[in-house]
């Protein structure tokens, strides 16, 4: 493997004190009808009933997450999770003008899901599976990240380490906005905006990393193909150093030992579409936890996650018709070979996904656990804004990372998430400013 | 400019964990030892006559078939003398390795990271890293009596740009702690 920059790399090197110098069949899975029903609870000996139900590649590795005492609570099946109707709307008014362009871009996407899913064929159409991301990508998922508490833990084989991280996750959209009050700016929340999201979390423990804070901006031009598109810029203020430091980055996507996660593993894919070729490999019904009727932190920091410390299987699971595809990354760099995420149809939320080492081997699980807005104690974290009386978001509270090959893994827990926006377009400008990372600090 | 430090890894901390090797002709493997499992990785890399030195932690997958086994690497380094260089950087790969009685030798292939903020420690969450060169290292060793393996690493990177210092040295001790991924550690027995 080359270095991605070896001429710059060489540069820097020099100034070092040491040595410078120079094909897919469609798997559609069809196990009948299940078993259970709404109200039944799983425990570890009824745990066979559901195989049917689950990814393979999760059943294989069960033993990280079924265990004597858990008490799986079977919810309704196909409940709708579907997204408000400012959002519908927009898919009606604008899908048949957003398309396909080279290197699986995104061209003239104004707001709403780019391609309608009951019109993607899985089967039939060879750009299902780029169609099917791009609605991933843009999926509802309201327009901010108002205040999420986050709290980052590290596992192993079923050992809590001693290194966390705790804090705050704010964010917010900045174009694409499907309310009528965004009509006149084509979407932007500023008149031609060329950034798409902002976002970044400031990290208030422990100690000696109390103060970090991150922005990035993701640009609308990342819709595009490679040679068009800007890289992600991210500033980081660095509280030893009282200094910002800029970062631009085409992709995030390394592993390293004591983070499972690469960067774009947040939500099962958190990347950019045009940096991987896609395939859509199968329809299939799933058992997944789509709306966890027990908190976790900040609310309840005591909940059982099982013996491995990576576990939702003591929470309700829901039935759910989901769809897989495949992501083949186009840069040799990327540690995957190739990585499969299931996705809820009705959500487009992500349920599972598999990353493959270089050589095809399993290596990492990632999983999630979600919160309905429908739910009464969310809908008070978790409110409606202007032309959005009702959220209705079925979102990610939590994100699990196994490493199947060592045992290690990470757990994201962030269980009172709110999407709602910024209430005002002044606190949208503080929250963007690069300058406020190192206000009041 | 913001990227050269974070450039300035030593890479010569760089070490690798497994290998392929050649039997030697007429070896037999009468009494091969039982090496499959998880092993943390313990080591450090030093450079004669230069003040850095970094400690390595991490984890080593080792499968067996016989006397053949493939590997799994991902460790970090974690600076603790010296000055030059990004503060830590991850190591992630695999290898091959052969075994010979109690002696083995092998190669693997392993791919830098650093943080692009090198005053952050490579395992920080949401911080931007960076891919760094990939580096293809010798291993050779020993199994103890006890099962551990100690290891003496020798790297060197692959494409232009970049040369190792000489007088590195890297050895590593392994100290097999699961035989698979889902063997829960042993929790402390209440008083």
Not at chain 1, 189 to 195: I, L, N, P, S, T
């Amino acid at each position: 493997m080359m270095p991605r920059s070896t001429g710059r790399l060489a540069a820097v090197l020099c100034l070092s004190l040491l040595a410078p110098a120079s094909a897919f069949a469609a798997e559609d899975v069809a196990p009948g009808a299940p078993s259970f029903k709404e109200g039944d609870v799983i425990t570890i000996d009824k745990i066979e009933s559901i195989k049917p139900f689950l990814p393979p590649e999760f059943w294989d590795n069960r033993d990280f997450f079924f265990y004597e005492g858990m008490s799986m609570e079977i919810g309704p099946s196909f409940a709708d999770y579907s997204p408000p109707p400012v959002y519908k709307e927009a898919t009606k008014k604008y899908s048949a003008q957003a398309k396909l362009g080279p290197e699986n871009s995104l061209e003239s996407y104004r707001a709403g899901q780019p391609f309608p899913m009951e019109s993607i064929d899985c089967k039939a159409d060879p750009q299902a599976g780029a169609k099917i991301a791009w609605n991933f990508v843009l999926r509802w998922e309201g327009f901010g990240w108002g205040r999420a508490s986050f709290y980052y833990s590290y596992w192993d084989r079923g050992e809590e380490l001693p290194l966390f991280y705790e804090g705050v996750s704010q964010g917010t959209s900045l174009a694409f906005r499907p309310e009528p009050q965004y009509d006149d700016t084509e979407g932007d929340v500023f008149r031609g905006e060329k950034r798409y999201i902002a976002s970044g979390p400031t990290v208030n423990a422990p100690f000696d990393a109390r103060g970090i804070v991150l922005l990035t901006y993701r640009y609308k031009s990342s819709f595009g193909p490679k040679a068009e598109a800007k890289n992600d810029d991210t500033w980081v203020y660095v509280p030893t150093l009282r200094r910002v430091r800029r970062i631009s980055s085409a992709q995030r996507t390394d592993a390293v030992s004591g983070t499972d996660f690469t960067f774009d593993d947040l939500f099962s894919f958190n990347g950019v579409v045009p940096q991987y070729e896609w395939k859509c490999l199968g329809e299939m019904d799933l058992l997944a936890p789509m709306n966890s009727k027990i908190e976790g932190y900040p609310v309840e920091k005591d909940r059982n996650f099982g013996p491995y410390g990576l576990s939702f299987a003591d929470d309700r699971w829901e039935l759910r018709h989901a769809v897989k595809i495949r992501f083949i990354p186009l840069n040799a760099d990327h540690p995957y070979k190739h990585k499969d995420i299931y996705i809820d149809k009705n959500s487009m939320e992500p349920m599972y996904s598999f990353a493959y080492d270089r050589k095809g081997e399993l290596w990492k699980l990632i999983w999630h656990n979600h919160r309905w807005t429908g739910d009464p104690a969310y809908s008070k974290i978790y409110k409606g804004w202007e032309n959005v009386p009702d959220p209705r978001d079925d979102t990610v509270v939590s994100d699990v990372v196994v490493n199947v090959q060592t045992g290690t893994g990470n757990r994201i827990e962030f269980w009172d998430r709110s999407l709602e926006p910024m209430d005002s377009v002044g606190k949208i400008r503080r929250f963007i400013d690069v300058g406020r990372l190192t206000k009041g600090r | 400019m913001f990227a050269s430090p974070l450039r300035r890894m030593t890479l010569a901390l760089v070490a690798a964990f497994a290998a392929q090797a050649v039997l030697p002709a007429g070896a037999v493997a009468e009494d091969v030892p039982d090496l499959a499992g998880i092993y943390e990785l313990v080591g450090e890399t030093v450079v004669e006559g230069q003040p850095d030195r970094f400690a390595i932690s991490g984890k080593l997958v080792l499968r067996q078939n016989g006397n053949d086994c493939t590997t799994i690497v991902e460790a970090a380094m974690r600076r603790t003398g010296g000055a030059s260089g990004p503060s830590s950087a991850a190591l992630i790969g695999t290898g091959e390795m052969t075994l010979t009685g109690r002696k083995f030798s092998g190669k693997a292939e392993l791919q830098s990271l650093v943080s692009q903020v090198p005053e952050l420690d490579v395992a920080a969450p949401f911080t931007p890293r960076s891919v760094g060169p990939v580096l293809h290292s010798v291993t050779e060793g020993e199994v103890l009596a006890d099962g551990t393996l100690i290891l003496e690493v020798r790297s060197d990177l692959v494409g232009e740009g970049f040369t190792l210092p000489e007088g590195r040295k890297t050895t590593v001790k392994a100290t097999r702690v699961a035989r698979k991924a889902t063997d829960l550690k042993k929790k402390a027995s209440a008083p």
